[in-house]
């Protein structure tokens, strides 16, 4: 387990350093939950994966899915919708790119 500061490139970087791994099968990012912290975990991590490997976001807010979806277009996510109807929770979403 590492800490690591999603909204800092530095520590994010940091963190990948110490790993010192690449060509994952899968990675699930699982942390803040806002835009800010979502496209900056991503777009410093995304070349750690290997060829045909999954990037998962989950606990997407409605609030800001589309704008991560959109600002992810270019590596053509899918996005899942994980809502129930009896669910009150804006935060079940769950956007999927697989690398090409």
Avoid at 4 to 29: A, C, E, G, P, T
Avoid at 32 to 43: K, R
Avoid at 59 to 64: H, L, S
């Amino acid at each position: 387990t590492f800490y690591v500061d999603q909204l800092d490139k530095k520590s994010i970087i940091l963190m990948w350093n110490k790993i010192n791994r690449y060509n994952f099968d899968i990675i699930v990012d699982d942390g803040l939950h806002t835009y800010d912290a979502n496209i900056n975990f991503f777009l410093n991590s995304f070349d750690k994966l290997k060829k045909h490997g999954i990037y998962i976001i989950e606990d997407v807010q409605d609030i800001y899915c589309e704008k991560l979806f959109n600002e992810l277009k270019k590596f053509n996510p899918e996005i899942i919708f994980l809502k129930q109807n009896k669910n009150r929770f804006s935060d079940n979403n769950m956007i999927i790119i697989r690398k090409d």
